[in-house]
């Protein structure tokens, strides 16, 4: 729950249970959050794997810091350069023996399926827009966010931190349109999902999903 992409209750996210934290030359700041790996046991290094198992997908919704006080093959797991997934302990039971608690692993990126569209939650106070994006299919993680309101004209948002993008604008009281572009190019106009009485704290779903 919560961590370092911001989304909070990963139930009510729709990220569920099969999720896991980044090492952070995986992480990247942020830009991965959302993206789907799909992972599995290396029987070629280990005895630990779990038999018969097949791989599994999760989603990456946190960061998972270096110790710098261990070295990486030996505590620090998340040490940069090393690809690590903490993983949740559900999704880690589908493919390794608990006893082990760590193992290699086979990994590659893939398509993210989500349920409806994209999610927008806005939270901020006054001209600060911090704009949660979440629920993102195809990549799952996304390049660029721009806003739009009926006063003004197209707005590029900051990654803040996670998948939190923020704005420095008056749009309080103006219906509110949105352009994202996902990590691998696909762009998407989402016009008027926000309506002019929208209040912080809200979240809106659009219609509109990145495909592949």
Known sequence: MGGACGYGNLYAA???????????????????CGQCYQIACDASRTTSCKPGAEPVTVTATNLCPPNWALSSDNGGWCNPPRAH??????AWLNIGLYKAGIIPVL?????????????????????????????VGGPGSIRSVSVKGDKTDWIQLNRNWGANWQCNAALVGQP???????????????????????????AFTSNQQFTY
């Open 176 to 202: 509110l349109s949105f352009a994202v572009t996902s990590t691998n190019g696909q762009k998407l106009y989402i016009n008027d999902l926000v309506p002019y009485w929208w209040k912080f704290a809200m």
């Open 107 to 135: 990994y590659q990126q893939v398509r993210c399926w989500r349920q409806g569209g994209i999610r927008f939650t806005i939270a901020g106070f006054n001209n600060f827009e911090l704009v949660l994006i979440s629920n």
């Open 85 to 90: 997934f903490d993983m949740s302990q559900p």
């Open 14 to 32: 729709g990220y569920g249970a099969n999720n896991a934290a980044l090492s952070s030359s995986m992480f990247n700041g942020g830009a991965s």
